[in-house]
T-cell receptor, first 113, second 111 residues
Framework: NAGVTQTPKFRVLKTGQSMTLLCAQD?????MYWYRQDPGMGLRLIHY?????TTAKGEVPDGYNVSRLKKQNFLLGLESAAPSQTSVYFC????WGKGYEQYFGPGTRLTVT | GQQLNQSPQSMFIQEGEDVSMNCTSS?????WLWYKQDPGEGPVLLIA?????ELTSNGRLTAQFGITRKDSFLNISASIPSDVGIYFC???????????FGTGTRLTIIP
């Protein structure tokens, strides 16, 4: 039982490049989330999904897109990376009705130069 | 957006000391959570509080849900080296699948 996994662990992008971060969970969770963590800012919600085929905006959605084509996967895309998107990205998942009890992945450290 | 303010931002303590930290919100929550993030890892849920005034323990950790529903407190007794990390409070409301996280308190233990 791997829990929540994230790919890749590290990535360096040049400004304007695109990339996709992959999150996978094997706990059959309905809800999935993408956060970014910046020093002194805590965890801020980018986008989230309450089920396969549905997504919604969080607190800081600009510059990101997401897709949830399969229940176990949640993809985060950056179409044109900017230095302001340098951050550590965390994926999380939870059971339906228990959105407060989230299980987090190990994070992806992204640097945009 | 909604902000949860945690204090202190960082703490430097010696092993064996007790630790206290708190979290305040500009609006009420029906559920308060405390998460811990070990260096290089994702956060892990420590304690969940569901009722105003509730006091809940998990080993050496004790957390309280403030009466006003706008704050919460976490205490760690007799700190040990594995307590090092960042502690986040988070708030949630019934029927809401989202969490609002605090800014974090970084705990460092001085040898």
């Amino acid at each position: 039982n791997a829990g929540v996994t994230q790919t890749p662990k590290f990535r360096v992008l040049k400004t304007g490049q695109s990339m996709t971060l992959l999150c996978a969970q094997d706990m059959n969770h309905e809800y999935m989330y993408w956060y970014r963590q910046d020093p002194g800012m805590g965890l801020r919600l980018i986008h989230y999904s309450v089920g396969e085929g549905t997504t919604a905006k969080g607190e800081v959605p600009d510059g990101y897109n997401v897709s949830r084509l399969k229940k176990q996967n949640f993809l985060l895309g950056l179409e044109s990376a900017a230095p302001s998107q340098t951050s550590v990205y965390f994926c999380a998942s939870s059971y339906w009705g228990k959105g407060y009890e989230q299980y987090f992945g190990p994070g992806t450290r992204l640097t945009v130069t | 957006g909604q902000q949860l303010n945690q204090s202190p931002q960082s703490m430097f303590i010696q092993e064996g000391e007790d630790v206290s930290m708190n979290c305040t919100s500009s609006s009420i929550f029906n559920t308060w959570l405390w998460y811990k993030q070990d260096p290089g890892e994702g956060p892990v849920l420590l304690i969940a509080l569901y009722k105003a005034g509730e006091l809940t323990s998990n080993g050496r950790l004790t957390a309280q849900f403030g009466i006003t529903r706008k704050d919460s407190f976490l205490n760690i007794s007799a700190s040990i080296p594995s307590d090092v990390g960042i502690y986040f409070c988070a708030g949630s409301n019934f029927g809401n699948e989202k969490l609002t996280f605090g800014t974090g308190t970084r705990l460092t233990i001085i040898p």
